[in-house]
C-alpha cells in the first residue's frame, strides 16, 4: 500500500522521482500485480488520463528476496553491520535490510540509474528483528570496539545485548 500510494502520489502532482522498490517476499511481477489488482482500482479515477494507470508505469520493482523471505545471507547480514556501525541505524534483515542489501548493489553496479539524489525510505519491518537477534549478534559481534562505556568509537551503542 505504501508503495503505491507513493508512487501515484509522485506521479500525479508531477514530482518526477524515479520511484524503486526492492521486494524481499516475492517477485517483481507479484508485486506489480498485486497493486494493478488490489490498490490501483480504488486510487484511480474511473475516467480520464489518470485511469489506466499501471504499477509498471509508476515504479521500478526489483527482487531482494536473494535465498528466500526472512532467509539471511552473511553478505546481507554484513550490510546491516556495516549501516549500522556507521550511522547507528538498525535494519531488520526479514524486509529492510535485504532491500538496502539489493540497493546498494545495484548502485554500486549502475550508479547512474539513481541520479544525485537519493532517498531510501522503508515504512516497516521492526518486529523482524526479534527472530533475528543471535543473526545479527554474531555478524556484530561483541568484540568490534565496544568500549566499557557501551558506545563504539564514533558514538554508535550496541545494538543487543545486555545493558548497563
Known sequence: GSLAGLSLANRLTGFGARVWAF??????????????????PFLLPSDGPHADLRSEQLVEIRNAKNLGYAESAPEELETIRRLAMRTGVLLDPVYAGKAFHRFERLLRESPASFGSRILFWHTGGLFGLWDKQAELLS?????????????APGGVAPLFGPSG
Open 23 to 40: 521486494g524481499a517476499s516475492d517477485s517483481p511481477s507479484w508485486h506489480h500485480s498485486f497493486i494493478n489488482r488490489q490498490i490501483l
Open 139 to 151: 555478524t556484530i559481534g561483541t568484540d568490534r570496539g565496544i568500549g566499557a562505556s557501551g558506545v
